[in-house]
Nanobody
Framework: QVQLVESGGGLVQAGGSLRLSCAAA????????MAWYRQAPGKQRELVARIFTTGTTVYADAVRGRFTISRDNAKNTLYLQMNTLKPEDTAVYHC????????????WGQGTQVTVSS
């Protein structure tokens, strides 16, 4: 069974916007902090943003003020609204859980490609 399914990526010009979605299994979503990660070719995966079950959010410095993470607990769905996109945002974006000292805990989904042209 696929437990994490990302969607919403695409090709946009710098300054544009995209909204990513992550459909998660209830067993993953309900009691966990959820996060968006991204990885560009040849680079390490980085944590973009995370949101606790309470709704509290934390952002990486590179995206703070431009990206907004949210969750719909009734639908077990995670979102990432990305505004004022920059070429350096180009990466494959994945969702997963997050835990201090551990990071992601579940198997990765397919991810969704975000490409920002200059």
């Amino acid at each position: 069974q696929v437990q994490l399914v990302e969607s919403g990526g695409g090709l946009v010009q710098a300054g544009g916007s995209l909204r990513l979605s992550c459909a998660a299994a209830e067993s993953i979503f309900k009691l966990n902090t959820m996060a968006w990660y991204r990885q560009a070719p040849g680079k390490q995966r980085e944590l973009v943003a995370r949101i606790f079950t309470t709704g509290t959010t934390v952002y990486a410095d590179a995206v703070r003020g431009r990206f907004t993470i949210s969750r719909d607990n009734a639908k077990n769905t995670l979102y990432l609204q990305m505004n004022t996109l920059k070429p350096e945002d180009t990466a494959v974006y994945h969702c997963n859980t997050w835990r201090p000292g551990i990071g992601p805990e579940r198997s990765w989904g397919q991810g969704t490609q975000v490409t920002v042209s200059s």
